[in-house]
Each structure stands twice: as C-alpha cells, then as structure tokens.
C-alpha cells in the first residue's frame, strides 16, 4: 500500500482559518531609512501582504512564565523574541527587516520560518517600541 505524499488533507488549513487564525494581519516590507532632524534613521515601510489569516501568542521562557525566547540570529548576535506569529499561507519574501501589524500593534520581524510543506510561515517577532 502506497501512502499519499501529504497525510494531512489540503483543505484542514482552510477549515482551521476562521478558528485557530482568529487574527488578521499586515506584513509590511522594509522600503528605505530616511535620517530625522537629529540624524537618527527612520525606516520606511509599505505593505507587502494585507489581511493575513494569523495567530498571535506570546514567547515564554518557560512552562508557564512569561517573558521572551531567546533567538539566535547570528553566531554572535542574540534577540529577544517577545510574539510569535502562525500564518495560515507560505511566504518566502518575508524577512528580518520587515513588520508585522496586527490590532493596531506593530511587531518587528527577527526571523520567519516557513514549514516543510509549504503550507504556513511562523514569525518570530517583538513589539516595537
């Protein structure tokens, strides 16, 4: 007996979407950094992917504490991971420079993953201050 090549059934994700992706979001692309009257940059942003089906829940650091998720970033750069978002879609294009609004809060992307079966993209994100 031959197994299919996906077990779960391509129409779960869009059953799941008005119950577990009980959030919509904005993706906005990093466009440019402009310098303010003190010299201080201010990036640009334009929206890349509007009304994401999305599900937003904190990082802890433990069971039930808390706090952020350690992310690696690079050998020597750690960040602090406050929000992790689940998509219900793959996207490829959506990287560390770019933002996540959801519920009028804007997130600052620090790492996206995407699944090995291209169905939905995780955001590792913390909220911009």
């Known amino acids: 007996m031959t197994l299919p090549k996906r077990i779960v059934h391509p129409n779960l994700l869009t ?5 577990f992706y009980n959030d919509l979001c904005t993706i ?5 950094e402009n310098l303010d009257s003190f010299g201080q ?24 504490s808390p706090g ?8 020597m750069i750690y960040q602090i991971a406050t929000h992790h978002f689940a998509l219900a879609a793959y996207y ?3 990287g560390p420079k770019d933002q996540v609004v959801a519920n009028g809060v804007t997130y600052e992307i620090l790492l996206a993953e ?3 079966h291209a169905s939905i993209t995780r955001l590792w994100t913390r909220i911009v201050t």
């Open 28 to 32: 906005q692309t990093y466009t440019a």
């Open 68 to 75: 952020g998720k350690e992310k690696n970033m690079d050998p």
């Open 41 to 64: 940059p201010q990036p640009t942003f334009t929206d890349l992917h509007t009304d994401v089906p999305c599900a937003i829940s904190t990082s802890a650091t433990g069971a039930d």
């Open 114 to 116: 995407v699944d090995s």
């Open 15 to 19: 059953a799941l979407t008005n119950v």
């Open 92 to 94: 490829t294009d959506v």
